[in-house]
């Protein structure tokens, strides 16, 4: 069965700063790979998805990642973090076999300071 | 807003009994998919319906169960409770039952078993 890491389970940083927050899954075939976010409060909101084609993902709010298949990763970047990003970020995962539910990662909490 | 909602918001009660927790889709969503976030095991899937039939079970304890009605609407159905069962529950709906598709995540419920 598919498995998702994050590394990091909380990350503070400064506005402005450069994001980046790590995702590796194991599985050994093809995968379609998730970036949610949950604000506080909120519900969980998609960021991006790759599915194929090209492995950099522009999702919304300025926020990419990068699919490298060799490493199996999915970093989120964000190149200038703000206050408002602070939020929890999860990483998840479906294989490409028909109707597979998504695989969380336990996900990252981000806490942005002034 | 995600269009997928939930009720109730909150719900407390003690061990041993059962609750019910009720998820209203997007408009046009055909597919219910239900998910335990606890501070231990973080995001994981239960169950999902596609169309009123069962279409995958994920980590779901044989005191859960499931249905999702003619109208499309699910609830999932809690027993025997446990502290452990203490979590926040989350819906999400998505058009069709394919790994393509995007989940919408409801504002979840919050349980918490005395």
């Known amino acids: 069965a598919q498995s998702v890491s994050q590394h990091n389970h909380h990350v503070i940083l400064s506005e402005a700063a450069s994001l980046e927050l790590g995702c590796n899954y194991s599985y050994g075939g093809t995968v379609n790979l998730f970036w949610y976010v949950q604000y506080p409060g909120q519900h969980l909101q998609l960021l991006l998805k790759?599915?194929?084609?090209?492995?950099l993902v522009k999702g919304i709010k300025g926020f990419e990642a990068e699919f490298i298949k060799s490493k199996f990763s999915f970093n989120l970047r964000k190149p200038s973090v703000q206050w408002s990003d602070t939020a929890e970020y999860f990483c998840a995962v479906t294989t490409d076999s028909g109707n597979t539910p998504l695989v969380f990662g336990k996900g990252t909490r981000l806490s942005v300071i002034a | 807003d995600s269009g997928v909602t939930q009720t109730p918001k909150h719900l407390i009660t003690a061990t041993g009994q059962r609750v019910t927790l009720r998820c209203s889709p997007r408009?046009?969503?055909?597919?219910v998919y239900w998910y335990q976030q606890s501070l231990d095991q973080g995001l994981q899937f239960l169950i999902q319906?596609?169309?009123?039939?069962?279409?995958a079970k994920g980590n779901i304890l044989e005191r859960f169960s499931a249905q999702q009605f003619p109208d499309l609407h699910s609830e999932l159905n809690l027993s025997s409770l446990e502290l452990g069962d203490s979590a926040l529950y989350f819906c999400a709906s998505s058009t069709r039952d394919s790994s393509y598709n995007e989940q919408f995540f409801g504002p979840g419920t919050r349980l918490t078993v005395l």
């Open positions: 790759y599915f194929s084609g090209d492995p």
């Open positions: 408009s046009g969503d055909l597919s």
């Open positions: 319906y596609y169309n009123g039939e069962e279409r």
